[in-house]
C-alpha cells in the first residue's frame, strides 16, 4: 500500500509529491516553485515577497465572503537527519516514505513530517472545492529549520487575513499559544598540533545508536548527547593512557539532538589491550546509566590509520576535551509559570574537531529573554577563560501566549463539537514562526497544532496516520466555522 491511499486521500497525495522534492534548509526553492506554478495552474493569486516565501490567496467559499480572513502557515524546508550507513543525498534524493504499524516514516532518514504535513493540507484546502472557507492565504515560509529567515524576513503589509493557523506542532489533541524565543552561538578557537609520538597507534571510537530528536521538544526526556558521552569517555582515557586527539566529530544540526559522535585517538602501542578493556567497560557504564532512555546505545573501538601523522599537542587534546565537558547541554531551569514546561535550554548540536581548529554550534532557547540572556552570558564567560571566538546568531523572539484570542476559542469550540472533549491548551518549548509573524503582523491571532509527530530532526521520525485523519477533520471544520466580521474587523489587518 503507497502513502497516497491514506485517508484522507487529497493530504497524503500532495504529501507525498511533497517527499519527491528534496527541500533541506536552504535548498527548499524548487519546492516552492513547483507549487507556484501548481497554484497558478489553477487559477490562484500567488505572491513572492523580498525573501522568498511563497503567498497564496484563493477566494472565499459562496456565502462565505464576510467572514474573518484566514491565514494557513507552514515552511517548506525539512531538517536533513540520516543514520551514518545510509546512502542518502538531501540534495538530490527523494524521501522514501514506508507505512509501518499504522505509522508513516522514512527509510533510515527523517521523513519531514515537519512540517510536510502541515504544506500538504494546506495544499489539499487550496484544492478542494469540498473545503468551505471565507477569505484564505497560505503563507509558505522558507529556512524555518536552519535559523527562520523567512520568518525573519517576511514583510509586513502583504497579509490580510485576522487569524492565523499554524500548521507546525506535533502532538493531536494539543493547541499551542506559546513558544520558546532562541538564538544560535558558534565557537572557535585555534588549536596546535605535532607529529604522532613515537610507539603510538591510532584508534577509531564510535558511539552511537542513541535516538537523537528535537532539541526544543525533546530536550527534557534526557536522552544521551553523543558528544558528552564520548568526550566523558576520552576524559578518562587521555591522562590514563598519555593519549593524543587526532579529530572529533558528532552531532550534523543545531537543533537535533547528537545521536551519534566519532573520534580518532592515539595511544601508546603497549596499552592498546588495556584501552580496549576501559572502552568495554566505559560502554557497560553507560549502558546501566541510560538502559532505560537508550536501549540501542553502542560504543566502539577499532584499529585505524593516521591520514597525516598529526594529533593535537598533549596541552590543547586536554584543552579540547574539557570544553566539550564544560560546555552545558539540556535543561537550564523549568518553568515557574506554566507547569511541566521547559523554561531555558541548551542544545551543545555540533562539534568538530581537527589537528588545527576546534568548533561548536549550540542552540538556547528560552520562554523568557533574560532567561536567554543569562545562557547566553554564561557561554560567553566560559568562551573568554578558554580563548574561543564567539558569535551569537539567528536570534528569534518567543511567542507570549494570548489564552483570550478569537483563534484560540475557534479551535477550541470546534474540537469539542468534533470530539466532545475540550483540547488540551499548552505553551511549547520549541520556537515556532508565529513569534516572527507576530512581530511583521501585531494583530494578527494565532494558534498552531498538528498531527502526532514522533522522532521529528531524527531517522526515526514518523507520523501517526489516524491522527492527520483528525488533524485534517479539524481544519476543515474550523474554517467553515469562522465567524463573520464586525465592522471594525472590515478593514484588513495590513491597513491597520
Keep these: ?25 536552504k535548498h527548499e526553492t524548487a519546492l516552492r516553485d513547483h507549487i507556484q506554478a501548481w497554484a497558478q495552474a489553477r487559477g490562484l493569486s ?15 467559499s459562496a456565502g462565505m465572503e464576510n467572514r474573518l480572513g484566514v491565514v494557513l502557515q507552514a515552511h517548506l524546508d525539512m531538517v536533513a537527519q540520516k543514520n551514518e550507513a545510509t546512502k542518502h543525498d538531501f540534495i538530490r534524493d527523494p524521501i522514501q516514505p514506508r507505512i509501518v504499524d499504522g505509522w508513516v516514516s522514512a527509510c533510515g532518514t527523517t521523513l519531514g513530517a515537519d512540517n510536510g504535513i502541515g504544506v500538504a493540507a494546506a495544499l489539499a484546502v487550496l484544492e478542494s472545492p469540498e473545503v468551505v472557507h471565507g477569505p484564505l492565504e497560505v503563507l509558505f515560509t522558507l529556512d524555518e529549520e536552519a535559523g527562520m529567515s523567512g520568518a525573519q524576513g517576511l514583510e509586513p503589509g502583504l497579509l490580510q487575513g485576522h487569524l492565523l493557523l499554524n500548521l507546525d506542532t506535533e502532538d493531536w489533541g494539543e493547541i499551542y499559544v506559546g513558544c520558546a524565543g532562541g538564538m544560535d552561538i558558534s565557537l572557535n578557537r585555534s ?3 605535532e607529529a604522532l609520538p613515537a610507539g603510538y597507534v591510532v584508534r ?5 545508536g542513541l535516538k537523537g530528536g528535537h532539541s526544543g521538544v525533546d530536550i527534557h526526556l534526557e536522552r544521551g548527547n553523543a ?6 569517555l576520552l576524559s578518562e582515557a587521555i591522562p590514563r593512557f598519555d593519549a593524543r586527539l587526532l579529530n572529533f566529530r558528532g552531532g550534523t544540526l543545531r537543533n537535533a539532538l547528537p545521536r551519534e559522535a566519532f573520534a580518532q585517538l592515539a595511544i601508546p602501542a603497549c596499552d592498546a589491550v588495556q584501552f580496549a578493556r576501559c572502552v568495554e567497560l566505559f560502554k557497560q557504564i553507560l ?3 541510560l538502559g532505560e532512555s537508550e536501549p540501542a546505545l553502542h560504543l566502539s573501538v577499532s584499529d585505524a590509520e593516521a591520514g597525516n601523522s598529526l594529533a593535537l599537542t598533549a596541552a590543547d587534546t586536554v584543552l579540547a576535551i574539557d570544553l566539550l565537558l564544560a560546555l552545558p547541554h539540556g535543561v537550564r531551569r523549568w518553568s515557574q509559570q506554566i507547569a511541566g514546561v521547559v523554561e531555558t535550554s541548551n542544545n551543545l548540536g555540533v562539534v568538530k574537531i581537527d589537528e588545527r581548529r576546534f568548533e561548536a554550534v549550540l542552540m538556547l532557547r528560552s520562554l523568557t529573554d533574560s532567561g536567554l540572556h543569562e545562557l547566553q552570558t554564561m ?11 564567539v558569535e551569537a546568531s539567528g536570534a528569534y523572539p518567543g511567542w ?3 489564552t483570550d484570542s478569537a483563534a484560540l476559542k475557534l479551535l477550541q469550540d470546534v474540537y469539542q463539537q468534533l470530539y466532545g472533549h475540550a483540547p488540551a491548551v499548552k505553551v511549547i518549548h520549541a520556537g515556532l514562526e508565529c513569534g516572527l509573524i507576530g512581530r511583521a503582523y501585531p494583530e494578527l491571532e494565532m494558534v498552531s497544532f498538528g498531527p502526532t509527530i514522533r522522532g521529528a530532526h531524527s531517522p526515526d521520525e514518523r507520523v501517526e496516520i489516524s491522527s492527520v485523519a483528525q488533524f485534517w477533520q479539524l481544519l476543515q471544520s474550523a474554517l467553515a466555522a469562522v465567524a463573520e466580521k464586525t465592522e471594525a474587523e472590515s478593514t484588513p489587518i495590513a491597513q491597520k
Design 227 to 232: 558528544i558528552k558521552l564520548l568526550a566523558r
Design 191 to 193: 588549536l596546535h598540533h
Design 46 to 60: 500567488t505572491q513572492l515577497d523580498r525573501v522568498g516565501n511563497l503567498i497564496i490567496r484563493k477566494a472565499a
Design 287 to 289: 549502558q546501566a546509566e
Design 1 to 25: 500500500m503507497s502513502i497516497e491511499q491514506l485517508s484522507p486521500p487529497q493530504l497524503w497525495q500532495h504529501f507525498a509529491q511533497i517527499c519527491r522534492f528534496p527541500r533541506p534548509s
Design 400 to 402: 507570549a501566549p494570548d
Design 204 to 208: 577509531d571510537l564510535v558511539l552511537n
Design 379 to 389: 557561554i560567553e564567560a566560559l568562551a573568554r577563560l578558554a580563548r574561543l571566538g
